[in-house]
């Protein structure tokens, strides 16, 4: 993690997060993204992506709050809701910790690939992919939709990720 460097969350409406990120990475000193995350389609058999924290936009900037906060408010669709979700008045809502879990899962693309195990004592085992040695956070672990549920605090959120069991 840089330490010059800025993190903020947006909230805005589902769907509409490739539309913010590319408004705001039209900006100078902007870096803003949506977190994909690899899952198995069962009707297509294949890995496809979706968004990790749907509504959910985060940046990465250089600049002060107030430049970040001035591209914030000029942002030029009124049917777009944004808003900047921050602990307290000044504090960005993103953790050091959790920069660091995001930072580490995800690949270059900020995309959280898909990751392999198998099934030892009925716990799954992921022996490849960005949840290697993780194991202890799975909580829970959806076969049929190869889905593996992390206890990670992030967001108030559930992380549901792609696991697909080796055979």
């Not at 993690?1 to 000193?29: A, Q």
């Not at 921050?86 to 990751?115: G, N, Q």
Request: one cysteine or more; charged letters at 30%.
């Amino acid at each position: 993690m840089n330490l010059d460097e800025h993190w903020y969350v947006l909230l805005t409406i589902r769907s509409k997060e490739e539309e913010v990120c590319k408004y705001l990475n039209e900006n100078e000193g902007i870096f803003a993204f949506s977190p994909k995350m690899e899952f198995y389609h069962r009707v297509s058999k294949q890995i496809q992506l979706r968004t990790l924290f749907g509504g959910y936009v985060f940046v990465v900037s250089k600049l002060s709050q107030a430049e970040v906060d001035r591209i914030f408010r000029k942002f030029p669709l009124e049917s777009v809701f944004i808003h900047e979700l921050k602990y307290k008045e000044d504090i960005s809502a993103l953790t050091d910790e959790e920069i660091r879990i995001l930072t580490m899962l995800m690949d270059d693309k900020k995309i959280l690939r898909m990751s392999y195990g198998v099934l030892l004592n009925n716990k799954i085992h992921v022996t490849r992919g960005p949840l290697v040695n993780m194991d202890d956070y799975i909580i829970k672990y959806d076969k049929h939709n190869r889905l593996a549920t992390l206890n990670l605090n992030f967001l108030n959120q559930i992380w549901k990720v792609g696991v697909t069991l080796i055979e």
